[in-house]
Each structure stands twice: as structure tokens, then as C-alpha cells.
């Protein structure tokens, strides 16, 4: 079984920084494309930024890019998601993912955390 659990979510002003990690147990780490996602109140989950098996390639939502970056680490089992810049608008709570295949939809991924929230004040 393969668990995902984040951590580093918090308050923060705007503008501000805060770096989200993922730390996954199970199976081994570098066979999954591991995905970050987020969900606000009243909204359904949406796709944030995915990272590949080998960490070579990534991807974002238009909304993060060029303020968050993605990365991993497959000897500490741990993908990050450093956020910059933050707007009220990100606040959210955030969720890890890990599947086969690295993509924006829900449906690619097989196992999910349990998520941290984030609150981004005017």
C-alpha cells in the first residue's frame, strides 16, 4: 500500500512563501508520477502541478505557473511543492498524489493524502 501524507500548510500573508511536502510510504517511491491538487470550499478539486517518475518533467495549472515549483526527491520518498507570491485565491486545501501516469485529472492517480490547508490573508 502506498500513503501519501503532507505537511507545511499553514497561514500566510500574501505575497508570501510556504513549502508543502509529501512524504510517501509503500512501494517503491520512484515508480509513481506523483501530482499535487488542491480544493476550495465549495469548489471541486482541481490539478496544481505534476511531477514525472525521473523528476524530468513537470507541468502546471496556468493559475501557479511561474509561483509554484514542483520537485522530489526519490531517496527521502518525499515530493515538495514550493509556493511563492501566494494570493488569497490559493487558499485551499492542498492534496498529494501518487499514479502511473503523471497528468492533470484526478482519475490518473491511485493513492491520495489526506491533505493540508493553506490560508492565504489579504
Known amino acids: 500500500q502506498v500513503q501519501p501524507v503532507e505537511s507545511g500548510g499553514g497561514l500566510v500573508q500574501a505575497g508570501g512563501s510556504l513549502r508543502l511536502s509529501c512524504a510517501v510510504s509503500g512501494r517503491p517511491f520512484s515508480y509513481y508520477a506523483m501530482g499535487w491538487f488542491r480544493q476550495a470550499p465549495g469548489k471541486e478539486r482541481e490539478f496544481v502541478a505534476t511531477i514525472s517518475w525521473t523528476g524530468g518533467s513537470t507541468a502546471y495549472a496556468d493559475s501557479v505557473k511561474g509561483r509554484f515549483t514542483i520537485s522530489r526527491d526519490n531517496a527521502k520518498k518525499t515530493v515538495y511543492l514550493q509556493m511563492n507570491s501566494l494570493k488569497p485565491e490559493d487558499t485551499a486545501v492542498y492534496y498529494c498524489?501518487?499514479?502511473?501516469?503523471?497528468?492533470?485529472?484526478?482519475?490518473?492517480?491511485?493513492?491520495w493524502g489526506q491533505g493540508t490547508q493553506v490560508t492565504v490573508s489579504s
Open positions: 498524489a501518487a499514479g502511473s501516469w503523471g497528468a492533470a485529472d484526478t482519475t490518473s492517480y491511485d493513492y
